[in-house]
């Protein structure tokens, strides 16, 4: 559920992909066990395979006021038929989940797989968000057959949702360029213009033609009927 404890600011979370499998998986799944208290408001509750976006769910548990950390959330899947492999990967209105590269096994200290990492991207061409999140889904691996332990009865796995940094990094850039653009391409007349005092009282004087420039009506008159 949202909200259910936040991280401290202080407190840095970053375990192995090894104590992922074997200290929260292993135990809760095989060993039957609760969660450790010590992973209180650290690994959550949620589906991240639901209607709800990514986006919104980082917010909720208070993604961006955590300094270089992911957030952990116990997570079940939903296969897509009773009998098959193959599971639900929709998200939010109208996202999903994509592998963009092959998942990869984690191995103990004996070199024995322990389980699997599918490393999942957010896709929505129609959203702003398309490509900006990360989703990381650990499951156990266990048998020489190579499945994962995530069969109809085990079908629990923990995700590690990230955010891409640097898409909206790069996407708040390429929001400020335009406006950088037009203050490059503003006038320099403009960008330097202060206005002039105004002209002196000799000034004023040396602009003003002298009257006799337009002469007027009863002057011509004058002129021309001179006075004995």
Known sequence: MANSGHVSLAFRFHPTDQEIIRSIL?????????LNLSYKGIVHDED????????????????????DQDLYFL?????????????????GCEGSWREGVASKLVYDGNANP????????YKNSKSEHHGGWYLDEYSLFVGDDGHDQTTLDINFVICRLRKNHRKYH?????TQE?????????????????????????????????????????MVWLFRYPLL
Not at 79 to 90: A, I, P, V
Not at 170 to 174: E, I, L, S, T
Request: charged share 25%; net charge positive.
């Open 26 to 34: 292993y135990k809760m799944l095989v060993e039957r066990e609760p």
């Open 48 to 67: 991240l395979f639901g209607t709800k976006e990514p986006w919104k769910i980082w917010e909720d548990y208070g993604g961006d006021q955590l300094h």
């Open 75 to 91: 997570c079940q899947l939903k296969r897509l038929n009773f009998s098959g492999s193959r599971t639900h990967r929709k998200v």
């Open 114 to 121: 322990i389980g699997r990492i599918r490393q999942l991207r």
């Open 170 to 174: 790069m996407d708040a850039q390429k």
């Open 178 to 218: 335009p406006e950088r653009a037009l203050e490059r391409e503003a006038p320099s007349s403009l960008q330097n213009f202060s206005p002039s005092p105004p002209p002196s009282f000799e000034q004023l004087v040396a602009m003003t033609p002298p009257f006799w420039a337009a002469p007027l009506p009863h």
